[in-house]
């Protein structure tokens, strides 16, 4: 039976509260998602919340009576994509108030860019809810309440929430996150994530084996542990090494990965556990962000790039697979030729296997804000393409690399072609033409490059889950 929302108001017009539940159940949420992937993983907290409360989510926005955005707030990008949205959003509420069923859609901003900006999404871009990272729990109240009172909401308190109780359902067949720990005490002096997602807290030990477990219950294979930086988790007298140790003891998982890692954090301690595990995955996200002494110290990072190739040369001694990954930012207040001469020359020595390249952004509210000389927009894009130009030729190489090796694959998803794609130890996506179920192990061997895909052929489908 399907009824509309109008209809289900009469039926039970003298009976508020069986009302506002039955509405409630009729309700479909749509949730648009940006930014990272600890956002992607915090969508599955607000479906789980929602769900629980009866709501239903929908792809088409068009249908829905929930417009939902969880935002990110680390570049000014970010925040204007989303922005724009929100006038899509704005539009549906428009016209669905021309409609018979002339109910109200609820707009809600959820995330960092509601910390960030606050009374604004309401007041010039018609947001009626505006929910900080720490508030997803009070979303179905504050529904019924924007609805009630046609008053904007905000719930914006920092606490030390980590939603432990969660388990947000996967949605991949063989691949997760588990969001450990949550926050940032590090202050660099550009980033907003310290001031809209709070101090750092990690997830208890138990929780994380709880969620890990529930996973591998539900087929998945590959976990990443996610945090603003992993490294720091501690719980009790639980550390990081501690929480790959335990993870690594459930059965079913057979890859743990982990991400962000600071790279001030790194010690010879947790590069020993990780070559030591076999299921932990030789791969590093190590955000260099310059090579540039005096630039790593205006943003207070916390390390040198002395320090940083020591940690690099002490990484791949460990882990002679090693996977690196970073970020880099062009363009930070007072950046000159030769600072940015000297991150051209950081990434041809270290050769990264890949990386996030950015034009710095401004922030307000970060210390950034405060320094200068500004570098022009037509210089930081000027230094961003020489960038990637040098990163994608080692990225090339890097690949290359992988040509005539076996590699371990972890069949994911349907590839191109009527192939298979299947990803590697060591994060890699490779493509295999042949017939194989997703969640099988297979070794291959890389026999061509594709544009930027290696293409592998399989050698055996046998391959034991790590113990
Ligand atoms: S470590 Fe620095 S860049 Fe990373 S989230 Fe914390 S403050 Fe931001």
Known sequence: MCLDSAFADRIF????????????????????????????????VVRDILERSGYTETSEEKNADVLLMLTCAVRSHAERRALGRLGTFRGLKDARRKTPDASSVIIGVLGCMSQNLRKNLAADHAADLIIGPDQYRRLPELIDK????????????????CYDDIIPGPSHPVRAFITVMRGCNNF??????????????????????????????????????LGQNVLAYHDQSNDF??????????????????????????????LSTIARIPKVCPALHLPIQSGSNRIL?????GYTREEYLAKIALAREYLPELNLTTDIMVGFPSETDSDFKDTLELVRTIGFDFAYMFRFSVRPGTQAVELGPKVSEAVAGQRLTRLIEVQN???????????????????????????MLG????????IVHSRLSIGQTVTCQVTRIQGWTPIAEVLG?????PQ
Not at 23 to 34: E, G, N, P, W
Not at 146 to 161: C, M, N, S
Not at 250 to 269: N, V
Not at 461 to 465: G, L, N, W
């Open 146 to 161: 924007a609805r009630e009172t046609k008053v904007p909401q905000f719930a914006l308190d920092q606490t030390e929430e």
């Open 241 to 270: 090494r501690e929480l790959l140790e335990a993870v690594s003891e459930i059965p079913g998982i057979a890859r743990i990965r982990f991400l962000t890692s600071h790279p001030k954090d790194l010690d010879e301690q947790v």
């Open 188 to 225: 660099c002096s550009y980033c907003i994530v310290p001031y809209t997602r709070g101090k750092e807290r990690s997830k208890p030990l138990t929780r994380v084996l709880a969620e890990a477990t529930a996973l591998a219950g539900q087929g998945i294979k590959d976990i990443t542990l």
């Open 461 to 465: 489908t046998e391959v034991p889950v």
């Open 13 to 44: 017009l003298d009976n508020t509260r069986v009302r506002v539940e039955f509405q409630k159940a009729m309700s479909r949420f749509f949730l648009q998602v940006y930014g990272c992937q600890m956002n992607q993983y915090e969508a599955g």
């Open 393 to 419: 030729r080692i990225t090339r190489e890097r690949n290359s690399e992988m040509l005539n090796r076996t590699h371990e694959l972890l069949i994911e998803s349907p590839g191109p072609r009527q192939g």
């Open 423 to 430: 990803r590697t130890r060591t994060n890699r996506a490779v």
């Open 297 to 301: 110290k205006l943003m207070r990072r």
